[in-house]
């Protein structure tokens, strides 16, 4: 177990809907970051962040937007749920100026 | 844009063989490299990683070695058993904070006993 725990574990929603998801990070750990995994493939990286502010995004659209709180969990919400949103969302935590991060379980997203 | 990618989508082995996962990664910047396990409905696990400034390194019953030349990247695993079963993900990052692990497509490994 990597101490990195994820809510909910699964998940359906229709499409237009919204959905947070919700990571608590590893002792410690101020850096964190999500994915996005479709099934077949590799993560995808969202964004990343640190000390509550967004400090990288990957190629996603607007509507995919996070929050880190100063206890260093956070929430990736989704806005207008589309069907191609249906994935693995995985969360990943890590110590800033340590490249080794460490990932939790993830939440399936079903989007119908 | 740039990506990591593998060499075989899956490989099948016999518990006790040696196993060898590729990877060729396209970004001469990223100077980092990991090796990932995920079984199924599991997150990715780390099993061991590697800077640019070096080219072998080992762990426990795994080896990664990184050959920038040609910029390849393999993972072996040493007497490989049926708890191996998984599929492999190699990773890559640049030396930039905020920049992000760039994950390939996977390497699906089978082990019959």
């Known amino acids: 177990e990597t101490g990195v725990t994820q809510s909910p574990t699964h998940l359906i929603k229709t499409r237009g809907q919204q959905v947070t998801l919700r990571c608590s990070s590893q002792?410690?750990?101020?850096?964190v970051s999500w994915y996005q995994q479709a099934l077949g493939q590799g993560p995808q990286f969202i964004f990343q962040?640190?000390?509550?502010?967004?400090?990288g995004r990957g190629n996603f659209p607007p509507r995919f937007s996070g929050l880190q709180f100063p206890n260093y969990s956070s929430e990736l919400n989704v806005n207008a749920l589309e069907l191609d949103d249906s994935a693995l969302y995985l969360c990943?935590?890590?110590?800033?100026?340590?490249?080794?991060?460490?990932f939790g379980p993830g939440t399936r997203l079903t989007v119908l | 844009g740039e990506s990591v990618g593998l060499h075989l989508p899956t490989l099948s082995v016999q518990e006790g063989d040696n196993s060898i996962i590729n990877c060729a990664y396209s970004n001469s910047a990223s100077d980092y490299f990991i090796w990932y396990k995920q079984e199924s409905g599991k997150g990715p696990q780390f099993i061991i990683d590697i800077r640019s400034n070096m080219d072998k390194r080992q762990g426990q019953r795994v080896t990664v070695l990184l050959n920038k030349t040609v910029k390849h990247l393999s993972l072996q695993i040493a007497a490989t058993q049926p708890g191996d079963s998984a599929v492999y993900f190699c990773a890559e990052k640049g030396r930039q904070a905020g920049t992000a692990l760039i994950f390939g497509k996977g390497t699906t490994l089978s082990v019959s006993s």
């Open positions: 002792s410690g750990h101020n850096t």
């Open positions: 990943a935590s890590r110590s800033s100026g340590i490249s080794e991060q460490f």
């Open positions: 962040y640190y000390r509550e502010e967004e400090n």
